[in-house]
């Protein structure tokens, strides 16, 4: 149901101190819109201190899970005072009679939490009354598609989180509240440790959630060492009491450890953002920390092993240094635990420290030349698109692939369909982005992507049709429907076929990945058909066809338009390929 003008607006995040941050253009985007309601925010006990530095945010609802953990390593705790807490906090909150409700998490806990609310308009995951998993907003849908198709997604969660409340992005970026505790608190612990106001202060977080996620300590400490000598740095440890070892680790393998300020399980929130918040740079991996650096404009180093992806989870902030491998593995698959994580080691102390060094001097980034061209690493710098979301810019250009290729079309893709009955041809936006494409990668005299791009068109095609077939179906069941005849056997035939067809469509995307994403909206959606109404259920599946084929039709067009100007400005002509042999709808 379509809430017009919200009143009481519940916003679901069970998950990081991250997400947290990277939700707060989305909260100050529903407080413009809908400048009468309230926002009440649904959070962890871990994180409910943390969620105060929030933007607007009028109430917390604080759900405590974390008691249960320290009862059962006391010796149990019974699922019936597990019930009756659940049941007894949920009542309370469904009888705050919320009519908006954004879902952030991707937990089968919070869909039930969702469902159990009966909440008038939900938008993100949810689950029906058996049980079986749904998504609301299109851009909540591609969201919870996203980690099935790594290597295609450019867009931030803050892009995606702001979209699925139909907020513009322009001017937004994340935010989190600063008090007069956090500079005093910040003083007093300088003043401890004898920082000078114009020292330079550079804070490394060489912590994270997962340890697969970390640079080794040994560079951390090179990298230390060389900034302590050239510039005469001071070096903040950060980092929760658990990472303890790590700042040993780092402190006992450096030469210069008297200028290092040790702070690893010693701040609370208001140390630490006010720390961080006076860092001239904070080298870091993908952690918490790091949003909190975004949000106070302090300049980020960022550094992406493992599972961790910066066009996902990078600092929501213009002009981030960021670092990945460029190996087939990168990143990894969310469930991989990968026993020989040789992607830490494509990035070396010496890199950093050179392209740190460069930025204190001429205030840009720039990949040092003396160092030349580091092989099987991906440098960017964040910077915000015409279309108002962050993307990554190339400082180490490579030759283009087929996948990167794809990566921004599907970018311009989703732009120009999500939430629309027709796609959006907008040529000008279209070429912007060619162009970005062109500057930040080379094209070889013999590249296959040409062909590649040919033969990703020809599955394009079969797919197209596919959903043809589908949406003929759909209609044979809806004129069998109006007919008043509904005979059972001609409907059970029909769904079978439609059952077979969801089935080839779905194998489709399975062994061809460029066009996964749209298999797997595809997926997405049909899930979202429930009830017993066979005309509402026979419609919704339609519609499910039709935007199918809409983006088979215009995924095509824009590699078209891809493909015919970025051939036309690489170095030579590949024979057996011209963009008249592409099937574009409308050309």
Not at 151 to 166: I, R, Y
Not at 285 to 310: E, K, Q, R, S, W
Not at 341 to 365: F, N, Q, R
């Amino acid at each position: 149901m379509k809430i017009i003008d919200p009143k009481n607006i519940l916003m679901l995040n069970l998950t990081r101190m991250g997400d947290l941050i990277q939700s707060t253009p989305l909260l100050k985007g529903l407080r413009e819109k809908y400048p009468d309601a309230k926002i009440t925010l649904l959070v962890g006990s871990d994180f409910y201190e943390f969620s105060k530095r929030l933007p607007v945010v009028d109430n917390w609802i604080v759900l405590n899970l974390k008691q249960f953990k320290e009862k059962s390593q006391q010796g149990g705790v019974s699922w019936i005072e597990l019930y009756q807490y659940f049941e007894k906090t949920l009542n309370q909150v469904r009888d705050k009679q919320f009519d908006l409700v954004f879902n952030l998490s991707h937990s089968k806990l919070s869909a039930f939490i969702i469902s159990y609310l009966k909440i008038k308009e939900v938008r993100g995951f949810k689950c029906n009354s058996q049980g079986e998993r749904m998504t609301d907003h299109p851009w909540l849908q591609y969201f919870f598609t996203e980690p099935f198709n790594r290597p295609f997604n450019t867009f931030n969660l803050v892009d995606l989180f702001s979209k699925a409340g139909d907020i513009t992005l322009e001017g937004k970026s994340v935010e989190i509240k600063e008090s007069s505790g956090d500079s005093e608190k910040v003083d007093r612990i300088l003043k401890d440790h004898l920082v000078d106001d114009k020292e330079v202060l550079i804070g490394f977080q060489a912590g994270s959630s997962l340890e697969g996620r970390r640079w080794p300590a040994s560079h951390f400490a090179k990298l230390g060492d060389r900034l302590i000598h050239d510039f005469n740095a001071r070096i903040v440890l950060f980092g929760v009491k658990a990472e303890s070892k790590i700042g040993d680790s780092i402190v006992s393998e450096m030469k210069s450890s008297e200028k290092v300020i040790n702070l690893i399980g010693k701040t609370d929130i208001t140390a630490l953002t006010g720390l961080v918040g006076r860092c001239d740079y904070l080298i870091t991996n993908d952690t918490g920390t790091m949003h909190i650096a975004a949000a106070l404009n302090t300049t980020i180093v960022g550094l992406f092993f493992a599972h961790a992806h910066p066009p996902e989870t990078g600092p929501y902030s213009e002009g981030q240094l960021l670092f990945q491998a460029d190996i087939p593995c990168a990143p990894c698959s969310y469930g991989v635990d990968c026993n020989d994580v040789v992607c830490v080691e494509k990035l070396s102390p010496e890199y950093v420290g050179e392209m740190v060094a460069t930025h204190i001097a001429d205030g840009k980034w720039s990949s040092p030349l003396q160092l030349g061209t580091p092989k099987e690493l991906k440098v960017f710098v964040t910077e915000r698109a015409p279309d108002s979301c962050l993307r990554m810019r190339r400082l180490n250009s490579t030759e283009l692939s087929h996948t990167e290729l794809f990566s921004w079309i599907y970018r311009r893709l989703w732009l120009d369909t999500l939430g629309q009955q027709s796609s959006i041809k907008n040529i000008d936006h279209c070429h912007e982005l060619v162009e970005f494409v062109r500057s930040n990668f080379s094209i070889s005299r013999d590249s296959k992507i040409w062909n590649e791009t040919n033969s990703t068109l020809v599955e394009l095609m079969t797919l197209k049709k596919m959903g043809e077939a589908g949406a003929k179906l759909s209609l044979e069941i809806m004129k069998e429907i109006k007919s008043q005849k509904q005979v059972r056997d001609s409907l059970v035939r029909v769904a079978d076929q439609i059952t077979k067809l969801d089935q080839s469509i779905n194998l489709m995307g399975l062994t061809h990945l460029e066009i996964k994403p749209i298999t797997d909206m595809f997926n997405k959606r049909k899930e979202n058909i429930d009830g017993n109404d066979l005309r509402v259920m026979a419609e919704m599946t339609l519609s499910c066809y039709e935007k199918l084929i809409l983006e088979c039709e215009h995924l095509t067009w824009l590699a078209g338009e891809f493909t015919s100007r970025l051939k036309n400005q690489a170095t030579c002509e590949v024979s057996g390929v011209t963009s008249i042999r592409m099937e574009v709808p409308g050309r």
